[in-house]
């Protein structure tokens, strides 16, 4: 069964880094595009970052440019998020989800999601 897993969030302060996982069981990644959305508490699930299945094509919100970097790795069937110079309003659950065919920043255009991961940022 296709599954999704977070992990990697947590607690940290302001200006400070997390690097989140997303590790794909029971199929294989390279076969999808990996978006990474948040949702704060109260608000819509956004689009934070995606990208390809070759890993050569990425895409940030405004938001994030030059603090988030995406990555993959298809050997580890993983991809990555590092968040660097985290501000409080980041703080949301963060979750990835597969794309069997390309990146969006739309929630419905992804068929699989993880469970999702707690980021918090604060002093």
């Known amino acids: 069964q296709l599954q999704l897993v977070e992990s990697g969030g947590g607690l940290v302060q302001p200006g400070g880094s997390l690097r989140l996982s997303c590790a794909a069981s029971?199929?294989?990644?390279?076969?999808?595009?990996i978006g990474w959305f948040r949702q704060a508490p109260g608000k819509e699930r956004e689009g934070v970052s995606c990208?390809?299945?070759?890993?050569?094509?990425?895409n940030y919100a405004d938001s994030v440019k030059g603090r988030f970097t995406i990555s993959r790795d298809n050997a580890r069937n993983t991809v990555y998020l590092q968040m660097n110079s985290l501000k409080p309003e980041d703080t949301a659950v963060y979750y990835c989800?597969?794309?069997?065919?390309?990146?969006?920043?739309?929630?419905?255009?992804?068929?699989?999601w993880g469970q999702g991961t707690q980021v918090t940022v604060s002093s």
């Open positions: 990208i390809s299945k070759s890993g050569g094509m990425t």
């Open positions: 989800a597969a794309n069997r065919y390309y990146c969006s920043a739309y929630v419905r255009a992804y068929q699989n």
């Open positions: 029971g199929f294989t990644l390279d076969l999808y595009a």
